[in-house]
């Protein structure tokens, strides 16, 4: 299996269906960034109290937010790459807050599934080193989230 993923719901609200959702969506972004096999990530759903204490804790922004990914593999200065065939690569982290994606759905007229699927492939593609600090990083960012989506079948 190209990605292992590893899901922990700390708010007991999420479904089977929401994590099959989430997991397919990102198996398919995986094969269309051709990940590594056995490439692993985690997922973790929390409230929007939890995340808040995230955020402020790790990005000095004291507010809630929909969704935090922290990769693992980014090297900081002085550290060392650990390099091996059997060393499995480890992506990092996706936080995303329930309430939220709630919240969102229904402000943006879309399905909860919908939202659901765009946090998580947002998150994934913050680990694999996208980002939307400039004007041509967000469009490229954005259009592969979009065509990911669509290829899944969950379009707005």
Same mark, same amino acid.
Do not use: W
């Given at each position: 299996?190209?990605?292992? $993923?590893? *899901?922990?719901?700390? $708010?007991?609200?999420? #479904?089977?269906?929401?994590? &099959? ?5 990102? *198996? ?9 096999? !056995? &490439?692993? +990530?985690? /997922? ?6 939890? /995340?808040q204490e995230i955020n402020? =804790? ?5 507010? %809630?937010?929909?969704? /935090? ?17 059997? +060393? %499995?690569?480890?992506? !990092? =982290?996706?936080? $995303? #807050?329930? %309430?939220?994606?709630r919240e969102q759905a @229904?402000?943006?007229?879309? #399905? ?13 593609l913050h680990l694999l !080193?996208?980002?939307?600090? &400039? ?7 954005? #259009?592969?989230?979009? @065509?990911?989506?669509?290829?899944? !079948?969950?379009?707005?």
């Amino acid at each position: 299996m190209r990605l292992e $993923i590893d *899901f922990n719901d700390e $708010i007991g609200e999420v #479904s089977q269906e929401d994590c &099959t959702l989430v997991r397919e969506l990102l *198996f398919l972004a995986a094969d269309k960034e051709n990940v590594k096999e !056995g &490439t692993e +990530v985690s /997922i973790t759903f929390v409230d929007n109290k939890r /995340i808040q204490e995230i955020n402020r =804790d790790y990005r000095d922004k004291d507010q %809630p937010t929909d969704v /935090i990914s922290f990769a693992l593999e980014e090297m900081g200065e002085g550290e060392i790459a650990i390099i091996g065939d059997d +060393v %499995p690569k480890v992506l !990092g =982290d996706i936080i $995303i #807050s329930i %309430p939220r994606t709630r919240e969102q759905a @229904e402000e943006y007229g879309h #399905s909860f599934a919908r939202e659901l699927g765009f946090l998580a492939v947002h998150g994934f593609l913050h680990l694999l !080193g996208y980002d939307h600090m &400039t004007k041509e990083d967000e469009d490229k960012m954005f #259009s592969r989230q979009k @065509e990911i989506l669509e290829a899944y !079948g969950l379009e707005r």
